[in-house]
């Protein structure tokens, strides 16, 4: 009885340890949606609408 006691907690830790290591790596994907480059290429095409972008790492100031 004891020995069965041991080894769910043992499996529970277990489980716990991997869930924590499987969203640790899972969190290094990040994908952004902000512009973390700038350029200075002369724009052609009409202007429709502008967009300010604040600085907040790795975003960068813009104005899109």
Excluded: F
Aim: hydrophobic share 50%; with cysteine; glycine share 2%.
């Amino acid at each position: 009885m004891e020995t069965r006691r041991i080894l769910m907690r043992s499996l529970a830790v277990a489980v716990v340890m991997v869930s924590v290591i499987w969203t640790t790596t899972a969190a290094g994907d990040v994908v952004y949606s902000c512009c973390t480059k700038v350029s200075t290429a002369k724009v052609t095409d009409p202007i429709i609408e502008i967009r300010m972008q604040r600085e907040s790492l790795p975003c960068v100031k813009a104005v899109m």
